[in-house]
């Protein structure tokens, strides 16, 4: 194997927030902005060296044996030994990552990363799209204490030029659906207030849906009919996870029927479910929103797991997003370079 460099994509989420994990809908797409890989193999030794070159910082360790780390680290330790845990051979290299994805911002910097990772140390990168993403997902859940769900990896591993995709995540059908802007701008804002999966609120909200099902004697929120019954805070989280589940299909039509001026109005609302239902909001993002739509958006809302993070929010033609605002569009998926 020689020099191998590979890129991963971000992600935004268009709609569908909180349902992965739930066997719901959802509609992302991978972004131009991301973080890449480089792997120099190495003739001996047995072991990785990686640096996070933004960070300025070092890792090394036995192939054989990648002990537990924390950070970045625990991605890289982590990816090695779930990629050897599957059987794929990885030979001992050098890793250098550098990105244009700042963490924490919602855009999904960490699958970006698994993925990145992934291509660039695998022997053969043919590999099955959905199984490399649980892979990675199993990087999240299992050495850096994410419980995420599927939805970062789907998007940046299976994304699609110029497509949003629909995903089920209950048999994982991924439907593309074009996401043909015109005039329109779709941006991203970054609230300044970062976020953290591995920290409680994203894990508790998770079992929260675990007690709600148990309540209403279903195996996922996807079964649910109603939320009605459910005490507080139950109520409410079955009832963003069902409206929003609505809502992608939704999106999903508008954008089919090229109908941008539907899309806005079921931002505003997937984010009102997300701050009043979900109860995921913090008064950074609150704000971020207000001046994206006092700034003439037609819809914004949270991006990502929430409590922090970036505000997505939608432009008409003729409309100048504020300062700050990034343009994004959905772009191809995570891949050699
Ligand atoms: C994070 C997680 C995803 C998903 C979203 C919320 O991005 O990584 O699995 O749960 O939050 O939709």
Not at 172 to 189: F, H, N, Y
Not at 201 to 219: H, M
Request: aromatic share 4%.
């Amino acid at each position: 194997m020689s020099r191998v460099v590979a890129r991963g994509p971000g992600r935004v989420n268009l709609i569908g927030e909180h349902t992965d994990y739930n066997d719901g809908l959802a509609l992302p797409f991978a972004i131009d902005r991301g973080v890449t890989v480089t792997a120099e193999p190495l003739a001996r030794g047995g072991r990785i060296e990686a640096r996070a070159l933004d960070l300025g910082e070092e890792d090394e360790f036995a192939l054989d044996d990648p002990a537990s780390a924390t950070g970045w680290r625990a991605f890289v330790r982590g990816t090695v030994a779930e990629l050897r845990a599957a059987g794929h051979a990885v030979r001992p290299c050098r890793i250098a990552i550098e990105g244009d994805l700042p963490h924490g911002s919602g855009l999904s910097s960490s699958a970006a990363l698994e993925a990145a990772l992934c291509l660039a140390l695998l022997e053969d990168d043919d590999v099955d799209r959905v199984e490399l993403a649980k892979l990675c997902s199993r990087v999240e859940n299992d050495h850096v204490g994410a419980r995420t769900g599927l939805l970062d990896q789907l998007a940046v591993l299976c994304g699609q030029d110029g497509q949003a995709l629909r995903i089920d995540f209950r048999d994982l059908a991924i439907e593309p659906v074009p996401l043909e802007l015109g005039d329109w701008r779709l941006v991203t804002l970054d609230s300044g207030a970062s976020h953290e999966h591995a920290a409680g609120s994203y894990n508790e909200r998770r079992a929260e849906c675990a007690a709600a099902c148990e309540a209403l004697g279903i195996d996922s929120l996807r079964d649910a009919v109603s939320a009605e019954g459910l005490p507080a805070p139950l109520e409410g989280r079955v009832r963003h996870v069902l409206t929003e589940n609505a809502r992608v299909d939704a999106m999903a039509v508008a954008l089919a029927a090229g109908d941008l001026a539907r899309a806005g109005p079921l931002l505003r609302e997937s984010h009102a479910s997300l701050r009043d239902d979900y109860e995921a909001s913090v008064p950074e993002v609150e704000r971020a929103v207000v001046a994206l739509e006092r700034a003439g958006a037609t819809g914004a809302r949270m991006v990502g797991g929430g409590f922090g993070g970036s505000v997505l929010a939608l432009f008409p033609p003729g409309a100048t997003p504020p300062d700050g605002c990034v343009s994004v569009a959905p772009g191809p998926a995570a891949r050699r370079l």
